[in-house]
């Protein structure tokens, strides 16, 4: 071993990161960045939180002057509560785990619902149960949600196999090109009568089929270990996620469409693949997070395959369900599709 070449190649190495000015300045930018925004968004409540839903009744209806939800539950620094409008609502929503405990204190009995293949539902319920023996008045009615439960984990996996499907469309397409033009090979391809859009319209539909191929084959496997339950179209289902493949593609196409420094595409697509993670659903509902959270997370594609996807599987939706979703996924592709042909250049 030859110290002096391994000292030679650490500082070729170095000379060539602080020279790129925007991978060396997307290092400082990334994380600072990132901690700013999710210091800003999760800085004055934790998402983290358990969700409680308080049905609200109309003002013309009689209340009890009694409340059967006592001050320590209210308290409660690890409980965020939401109201609910209708009952049928907030039953729907805690079947789909958007919220972990329901309750109607101003009927009589008062009234919660619980969800029992929910984790975080059963825990909420120890506390609630909890904080009434130190001001119960009268004994609560437990109900747990009638008709077929929507499992945890079928409500999870459509967020991992979309979160999959984002990373190996940014990486695998956005990073690659930079890679190959970095390397050359692009100008080697610019020599061919090959135009811009032929090139990335091939690329967008090799990574289609390698994602649909994956998916298919993450699918079958996990289905014959879990046994989904499928309550819409399997065709729709596979559709969503094919719309929802060209719409990630097409952002990493755009990504792609200039600079020749992986370092910083590198930290651009991370830069907008973890914001996408943390606020499209995939680990958590966004249930009683702030209107704006809720507002940036409309925004994200990952966040229209997800609302789609569940919508399918955990609720059975049809076409006309989620044709405002499809609309949006296909609109973004032909933008950031037509963007990345108009801006993109082989060589620079």
């Known amino acids: 071993m030859n110290v002096r070449r391994i000292w030679i190649m650490f500082l070729a190495r170095n000379k060539e990161f602080f020279r790129d000015k925007a991978a060396f300045g997307w290092n400082f930018a990334f994380p600072f960045l990132i901690i700013i925004g999710f210091g800003i968004i999760f800085g004055e409540e934790q998402l983290q939180k358990f969700t409680v839903g308080i049905i609200d009744k109309p003002p013309n209806t009689t209340i009890p002057a009694t409340t059967q939800i006592s ?53 909420v319920e120890q506390l609630f149960l909890a904080s009434l023996t130190e001001d119960i008045r009268a004994p609560s009615v437990r109900q747990v949600v009638s008709g077929e439960q929507v499992r945890y984990v079928d409500w999870f996996f459509p967020g991992i196999m979309a979160m999959n499907m984002m990373f190996s469309a940014l990486w695998g397409v956005g990073y690659i090109i930079v890679r190959y033009r970095k390397n050359g090979a692009l100008k080697r391809l610019k020599a061919t009568p090959l135009t811009a859009f032929e090139y ?48 990630l593609c097409s952002i990493g196409l755009l990504l792609a469409a200039r600079g020749s420094s992986e370092e910083f595409t590198s930290g651009v697509l991370n830069f907008i693949s973890w914001p996408m993670m943390f606020l499209s659903e995939v680990w958590f509902s966004l249930e009683g997070a702030p209107h704006w959270v809720q507002q940036i997370s409309w925004l994200f594609p990952l966040t229209h395959i997800l609302s789609a996807a569940r919508k399918i599987m955990n609720e059975g939706a049809g076409f006309a369900d989620i044709r405002l979703e499809y609309g949006l996924m296909l609109l973004t592709t032909v933008i950031f599709l037509s963007l990345a042909a108009r801006l993109f250049s082989w060589n620079e």
């Open 200 to 247: 990335l319209s091939a690329q967008l539909l090799s990574r289609i089929f390698l994602l649909m191929f994956t998916f298919g084959v993450v699918w079958f496997g996990c289905d014959l270990i879990f046994d989904f339950r499928m309550q819409g179209s399997l065709f729709l289902f596979l559709l969503t996620f094919f719309l929802g493949g060209l719409s």
């Open 71 to 123: 001050a320590s539950f209210l308290d409660n620094q690890a409980i965020r509560f939401t109201t609910i409008t209708d009952q049928d609502e907030g039953l729907q929503k805690i079947k789909l785990h958007k919220i972990d405990l329901l309750i109607d204190d101003s009927s009589v009995p008062p009234t919660y619902w619980v969800n029992s293949d929910s984790p975080n539902g059963a825990i």
